[in-house]
């Protein structure tokens, strides 16, 4: 295998159900809800009548926007963030380019997952400073993650004699993120806090949105509005 070929390796990732990301995407819509509700309307001069409430607006919202084109644009930002967090923890400048994210059917076990290519010389880089310490934290991530337990059968061998057993070229996406997460330790505190520092939640919200819809909906449901005040004001 050459150094520039490329292997995957699964990130360390919250997932978009009930984590941090998940909390801020919802932030941002409520936000707007809010927003319009109580502030655009009379801005706009939008006669009383006719004003929608926030709870209307979410529901418009949820038929226009693709809340899957949201969960890609975080997810590669994840990944853009991780790789300059990484480069800074390991002291050398370790490239990821997105694969793709993965959503369980169900999310009782699992959360969604997310996986970027990296190359062979940067993978041979990270086992070599794994290596430093004989493996120790390798050893130790390799039982965290792959030990079986009631409610989980682990298809991977816990143990590291197997593991230094096969070749590293032929590592795949779990065994590749194993090491980078021994070498480099836990740091999503620090990655989150870089998504989280921005406008990364309200973009990847508002570009899932369609606005033309949007507006059409909500035209519309002024109108009904608007009619049923009229037969109210006959009656």
Known sequence: MKLTDKLSAELPFSGLYNSMYSHALDDEEEQFCEYEAEYRQEEDGIPEELHLDAGEYAEIL??????DIAHQAIAKKHVEVFEGVASKELGFKLPLVFEEMCSPKFYNFT?????ASIT????LRLFALSKKDKHARLEEMIKTRFTSYDGFISSYSNRLDKWLAKPLADWDHNEVGTLLRAVLGDVREEVESIMYDGETFY???SDSVDWAKFEEKVTELREEKGKSDETDTRA
Not at 62 to 67: A, C, G, N, P, S
Not at 120 to 123: F, I, L, S
């Open 62 to 67: 949820m038929d226009v926007t693709t809340y």
């Open 203 to 205: 973009t990847a919200w």
């Open 111 to 115: 959360t969604d997952r997310v996986f």
């Open 120 to 123: 062979y010389g940067q993978v």
